[in-house]
């Protein structure tokens, strides 16, 4: 993938390179060491190529760190939030940009101007709760919370190493994945909606991806509370995993 990144970026061929730091999300919890993004941004700013980061599902402390990005020293030219920008309350995005770009746009001759719509822009409920998020992470110990969740996900996921209905078990900060054997994988396969419903009669909100089960736990999650998650999982490994 980095060779076929640098061929096409030697060309002159890629305007921007967007990723999801450490963590691809939606594409079934794929998760990459720091060294790679480091190397993608290497191979974007020698040929002029703009990296955006996409962090709506790794910023504000998932990935251990506040950005992901962090892990690798790496500053993108434009980085995405959402999520936790207001502690998940309530939707809001941010778009950051560095200077250069936004000077790009920012002149009193209109064929420079990024136009764009206004229309949900700056709800200030929204504002507030960002606002106030802000302040649970100056005033509250929570990238102590972050850690001890972080070494917990570690730890809880050793009992799946060991079990034959699970495979490739994984953690990055406070996000914990595995993979349940079964006859079908991928986003769509068919065990999808039968584990939702599983968890749902017991009260849980996970959410799978096919086969794929991950956890992205509030910070405030006890160790019982996880315990009881991990009880779950392990029982619908029982009920619908399938032995290598």
Known sequence: TLDRFEAVSRDRRAAALIVEPLVLGAGGML??????????????????????ADEVMTGW????????????????????TSKGLTGGTIPLAATIATDAIFHAHFSEDRKKTFFHSSSYTANPIACA????????????????????LSARQAAGLQRFRVNPYFTDCRTTGTIAALDLRTGSAGYLAEIGPKLRAFFLERGLLVRPLGNVLYLLPPYCITSDELGGLYDAIEEAGERFGSRP
């Open 129 to 148: 709760a960002a606002l106030a998020n802000v302040e649970i992470w100056r005033d509250e110990p929570v990238a102590e919370r972050i850690a001890v």
């Open 61 to 80: 402390g998932r990935t251990g760190t506040m950005f992901a990005c962090e892990q690798a020293s790496v500053s993108p030219d434009i980085l995405c």
């Open 31 to 52: 998760m990459y060491p720091a060294w790679v993004l480091a190397e993608l941004k290497r191979i974007a700013e020698a040929s002029g190529t703009l990296l955006i």
